[in-house]
């Protein structure tokens, strides 16, 4: 994960490349994420053309299955990886949950931007909360995390995959396929629908996912023209979070569709990590957290690992068919 510093470039002084593609989802909310990209490099860099180039990737078109059974890794940034990788594009700019800890060769996350808010939202128009809902009451999330977390609070909901964009789902909300949904906080008040949150889970009850709230930029590993340029969005408390919950999910080898979750939060100069496994019914849930410096966050992040696979998530690990290599 490079920590490049930004470009010292003068006014008046020739920008070192003219214009910049930016490969992008074309959902609303990816366009969203694209678009605050493209604004920060316009803004860094005055004259400078950002253009982006829409795709679609396996994970959008594929949507009558749940995400663990059509795989879980690299759903959502395989097609961008291999534009860059042939020229088509300069970077890639991704929700940095969607990213599998392993990069493609020749690619590298060069930027993490500063992590917004990493919530889980529980969003109803029938209920004020999680606990009013009724025994048996239908709720809809697309995340095996989040689902292994609901029931181990509340083994009674029934809880259903729900797929599609943030529009999407909210429609099916409203036609009253569910009693509520669960989306991110970030994606709704990105998108503009901060209203419909009915209330935001605390994380005592579910943890977020790997990253989530952060942006991640994707280029070359060998241009670092484009590195350089975009390595001002780069938000060092963020990264070192990051390095902590990526190595914390690569140690347990999962991808976005596992029933993990990982929090890191800054202290000073150190971290806090707090992580659960759970397994896919909630009836099996270990959970626990390890303090530490910064630079040691990957060590942090494989620590904790250890510790919850010890505890018993190596068992649900193997249960969901994950092969795991500990040495």
């Not at 940034?77 to 969607?98: C, F, N, P, R, Y």
């Not at 917004?116 to 048996?136: C, E, T, W």
């Not at 009693?179 to 906080?185: E, S, T």
Request: net charge negative; glycine share 8%.
């Amino acid at each position: 994960m490079s920590e490049a510093k930004p470009m010292d470039i003068p006014a008046g002084d020739t920008l070192p490349m003219e214009k910049l593609t930016i490969g992008t989802r074309s959902s609303k909310l990816a366009l969203w994420q694209a678009d605050y990209v493209a604004e920060r490099l316009r803004q860094e860099y005055p004259g400078i053309v950002v253009e982006e180039r829409l795709m679609t990737t396996k994970g959008d078109k594929i949507l009558d299955a749940p995400l663990a059974k059509i795989g879980g890794k690299g759903l959502f940034t395989k097609e961008l990886e291999q534009a860059m990788l042939a020229g088509e594009i300069d970077l890639a700019v991704h929700s940095l949950k969607d990213m599998p800890t392993e990069v493609p060769d020749g690619l590298t996350i060069t930027s993490i931007t500063e992590r917004y808010d990493p919530g889980d939202a529980f969003v109803s128009n029938a209920y004020p909360s999680l606990d009013a809902l009724p025994k048996g009451a239908v709720i809809g999330t697309s995340s095996l995390r989040r689902k292994a977390q609901l029931l181990h609070q509340r083994p009674d909901l029934v809880v259903k995959d729900l797929r599609g964009n943030v529009n999407t789902r909210l429609s099916k909300l409203d036609a009253g396929e569910y009693d509520a949904a669960i989306l991110a906080v970030a994606g709704l008040k990105r998108l503009g629908f901060g209203d419909r949150i009915t209330a935001v889970l605390p994380k005592s009850m579910i943890l977020p996912a790997v990253g989530q709230g952060a942006l991640a930029i994707e280029a070359r590993e060998d241009d670092k023209t484009v590195r350089d340029l975009v390595a001002f969005l780069n938000d060092a408390p963020t990264v070192a979070c990051a390095r902590a919950e990526r190595a914390f999910l690569a140690r347990v080898e999962g991808g976005c569709q596992v029933p993990v979750g990982v929090y890191a939060t800054p202290d000073g100069e150190s971290l806090n990590v707090e992580a659960v496994i759970a397994s896919l019914d909630g009836k099996r849930l270990y959970r626990d957290s390890v303090h530490g410096k910064k630079e040691e966050a990957e060590a942090l992040g494989t620590k904790l690992a250890d510790k919850l696979l010890d505890m018993g998530g190596i068992e649900i690990m193997h249960e969901i068919g994950l092969l795991l290599d500990r040495k």
